[in-house]
């Protein structure tokens, strides 16, 4: 994994119920991230991305930034401000923000993979992704310090079951996850040598080095993890566990398969362009 540039990092933000609870960094809410939509050549609308069931659903539409002083700040927005259509997205902008203020970065909207990207770039299973977000336990407290967590595409969109009932296209993703990851941009990534097809053709004499080519863009938005249930038995060659009342035979538990459910970044423009 290439070393991450400092502005993928500080392109997130998290969000919160309260002002109050921003300041005081409670483990509650989420995260989201920029992006910039193109009105020139060098000139961008600015828009923030989260989950629906964060921003409007999960009632923490207030928006955490770091400062360039090394303090933080909270636009004050409320579930009005934000934008949401079937697919668990919320947007909200064009927001007005000064780098001379705050420490952030934004993608451009040029980022966000498309269905012709998808395509041309033969993205799917076995793909390098990577997630930037909010891991609760150990978030900065006061202050925005995003984590980055690893793994690899799994399963090409296809309709699963969001938090608001809608059956949307998403990714499946072997990459580990929790609460608080919500809303957080998922990137993918290829370097010429972690192109597997390439360096077959290499290693057998067709094909050269930069065969199949380097890139990162924004694959997507993270929005839950995979449930899976369990059933719980009881073990009956062990008596601590027989004196277990919750493992008993025809009980089942509601746990998480370790698979991280993304919605398809061109879903993430198609929002951006209905807010235009």
């Not at 040029?110 to 395509?119: E, G, I, P, R, T």
């Not at 249930?229 to 035979?249: G, H, I, P, R």
Request: net charge negative; glycine share 10%.
């Amino acid at each position: 994994m290439p070393k991450l540039p400092e502005g993928i990092l500080n392109n997130v933000f998290y969000l919160y119920d309260t002002a109050e609870n921003a300041l005081e960094g409670k483990k509650i809410g989420g995260t989201g991230f920029f992006i910039g939509q193109h009105t020139g050549i060098d000139t961008f609308n600015l828009y923030a991305i989260t989950n629906n069931h964060v921003a409007i659903k999960g009632n923490s539409p207030k928006i955490r930034l770091n400062k360039n002083d090394g303090s933080t700040d909270v636009l004050d927005l409320s579930i009005d401000d934000w934008r949401s259509d079937d697919d668990d997205i919320a947007i909200t902008g064009p927001l007005e923000l000064s780098n001379d203020i705050y420490d952030f970065s934004f993608m451009p909207s040029s980022y966000l993979v498309d269905q012709s990207d998808k395509k041309r770039l033969e993205i799917g299973p076995g793909d390098d992704v990577f997630m930037v977000g909010r891991f609760v336990d150990h978030d900065g407290g006061i202050t925005n310090t995003p984590s980055v967590r690893f793994g690899n595409i799994s399963v090409d969109p296809m309709p699963i079951k969001q938090t608001s009932g809608y059956m949307g296209d998403s990714y499946v993703i072997d990459i580990r996850s929790r609460s608080g990851y919500s809303g957080s941009p998922v990137f993918i990534y290829r370097t010429p040598a972690s192109y597997l097809e390439a360096q077959m053709k290499i290693s057998s004499g067709e094909g050269d080095f930069v065969s199949g080519g380097s890139f990162c863009m924004v694959l997507g938005i993270h929005w839950g993890q995979f449930p899976e249930t369990w059933q719980l038995k009881t073990n009956s060659c062990d008596a601590d566990f027989e004196n277990q009342v919750l493992l008993t035979d025809g009980s089942y538990v509601q746990g998480l398969s370790g698979m991280t459910t993304v919605i398809p970044a061109w879903k993430i423009q198609d929002l951006i362009r209905n807010k235009g």
